[in-house]
């Protein structure tokens, strides 16, 4: 057994998706709130066809979520079941297109913005890979797009070790075994769905049974402090749930239309720029985006003192670190956009995050997500929208591989994450790989009719904080 295939069976792959990516699965009654990740990486040289669908396969037998699909009863107890496609087809998923002379990077990423935009086909596993030939400067680039449902950035990451190598040099590995298909007849889905509602039910009473323990003894020995405790976490799920609008009275149109855009920059310049303010390189990185939000709007003589992001806050401990899916809270925060030297900014920025990070009712997300699911799609669509559709843009920070990574020989020069929008006018995702950051930008272009000048307003705001660091 190859060292891949023991790191992917720490992995724990349940046959029900958790409360929270069920939500996520439901919500996308609107298409507005759509789950979609593309992935757009880049690499040295030409990919080889073979070796490469090899290796494709090779992953989607290692791991179980990319040949099961999701099954769904609208009238079950129980979130979806991943199940094997029965007709699984890697041709389907993965696909060889070469482009015109003279390609660039913008070119592959023209070509990615309708792949995002398109939703997946439900009846089949929830991805596709796209390798693209013939750029310029005799690169390849490889498209991926998956659904959220699947994983989460920093869950991606692991599961990109059934993909890529750590070595050029690597050995082509063997095929394990396609997994057995059995499709559950209606009565054993009806089994199966009691008998998850079950245990989970034990283990929801069994934890609030632990939390309400908690509470008596706080009640009887500071009956002061649990009244106060109380209040502080019902103020907190009003903040987490309660409906808003944009701050932004600029960008407030929503639609189901991308563009795709990208920067980049030395990680040791933003993790230097950060030290300067005490932060690290997430204080960075929204520090830019605060920055260049501002310049943008006031570029259309907009001033604007503080914007609403959303940032998926990652909770992957020891207990579920290998857990496939989601483990992260969907933090709303207040991003300040003054003052202007970036290294206050930074700092309150930091703040500003942290609080979030501690809200009382993160703690809550689960169980929350299990209320709204017991209500109808539509109205868990619109109550779930009202919420996201509030915030101005998204940004999120996904540690990438430390050192060069390769595929089938190749060493990837470049790896961009597109998120998904899901409400927001704007998406920013930072992978940081080997020695360099890479965002990718998702902008709604209905939002922003002029992403260019979005573009560079941000970079920038990623100047001025990169202009503290030591080593500029």
């Known amino acids: 057994m190859t060292d891949v295939m023991k790191d992917i069976e720490n992995f724990e792959f349940i046959d029900r998706m958790s409360d929270s990516d069920a939500l996520m699965w439901s919500i996308e009654k609107d298409p507005l709130l759509r789950s979609t990740i593309v992935t757009v990486s880049t690499f040295e040289g030409s990919l080889d066809h073979d070796r490469v669908r090899h290796q494709v396969d090779f992953m989607s037998r290692a791991i179980p979520r990319l040949r099961q699909r999701v099954r769904a009863n609208p009238l079950s107890i129980a979130p979806p079941r991943w199940e094997f496609d029965p007709y699984f087809d890697l041709a389907y998923h993965l696909r060889f297109v070469t482009v015109s002379e003279g390609a660039t990077l913008h070119d592959v990423l023209s070509m990615a913005e309708p792949i995002g935009m398109q939703g997946f086909d439900r009846a089949r596993p929830l991805w596709e890979f796209t390798v693209v030939d013939g750029l310029a400067d005799g690169t390849s680039a490889v498209i991926i797009k998956i659904h959220h449902s699947i994983t989460d950035g920093v869950g991606g990451m692991k599961l990109q070790l059934a993909l890529f190598n750590l070595s050029p040099d690597d050995p082509t590995p063997e095929l394990p075994d396609a997994p057995e298909i059995h499709v559950l007849s209606q009565p054993e889905r009806v089994a199966d769905a009691v008998s998850h509602e079950s245990r989970r039910s034990a283990g929801m009473f069994a934890d609030w049974a632990k939390r309400g323990l908690g509470g008596v003894l706080g009640v009887l020995t500071d009956p002061v402090g649990a009244l106060a405790d109380a209040e502080e976490l019902s103020g907190s799920v009003v903040r987490m749930i309660k409906p808003a609008s944009p701050m932004s009275p600029l960008i407030t149109e929503r639609s189901l239309s991308v563009r795709f855009d990208t920067l980049q920059f030395p990680l040791a310049q933003a993790k230097g720029a950060a030290k300067v303010s005490g932060g690290r390189l997430n204080d960075a990185f929204i520090g830019g985006l605060a920055l260049g939000l501002r310049r943008y709007h006031e570029a259309h003589?907009?001033?604007?003192?503080?914007?609403?992001?959303?940032?998926?806050?990652?909770?992957?401990?020891?207990?579920?670190?290998?857990?496939?899916?989601?483990?992260?809270?969907?933090?709303?925060?207040?991003?300040?956009?003054?003052?202007?030297?970036?290294?206050?900014?930074?700092?309150?920025?930091?703040?500003?995050?942290l609080s979030a990070r501690d809200e009382p009712a993160n703690d809550l997300m689960e169980l929350l997500s299990n209320g709204l699911n017991r209500l109808p799609t539509s109205m868990t669509s619109s109550l779930f929208g009202a919420m996201l559709k509030g915030n101005d843009f998204t940004a999120s920070n996904v540690p990438g591989a430390?050192?060069?990574?390769?595929?089938?020989?190749?060493?990837?020069?470049?790896?961009?994450?597109?998120?998904?929008?899901?409400?927001?006018?704007?998406?920013?995702?930072?992978?940081?790989?080997?020695?360099?950051?890479?965002?990718?930008?998702?902008?709604?272009?209905?939002?922003?009719?002029?992403?260019?000048?979005?573009?560079?307003?941000v970079q920038k705001g990623f100047d001025e904080v990169l202009s503290l660091s030591p080593t500029s």
Do not use: W
Request: with cysteine; glycine share 6%.
């Open 301 to 353: 003589a907009r001033n604007v003192g503080a914007l609403r992001m959303n940032m998926p806050i990652n909770i992957r401990n020891q207990t579920i670190g290998n857990q496939a899916g989601n483990a992260f809270i969907p933090a709303r925060v207040e991003v300040p956009l003054h003052p202007d030297d970036p290294a206050e900014i930074m700092k309150k920025v930091r703040t500003a995050v």
């Open 402 to 457: 430390p050192i060069p990574i390769y595929l089938v020989g190749q060493r990837m020069l470049s790896q961009y994450a597109f998120g998904p929008n899901a409400g927001s006018a704007m998406n920013f995702t930072l992978v940081s790989y080997a020695d360099e950051c890479f965002i990718g930008a998702n902008i709604d272009p209905v939002a922003v009719p002029d992403p260019d000048v979005l573009m560079l307003c």
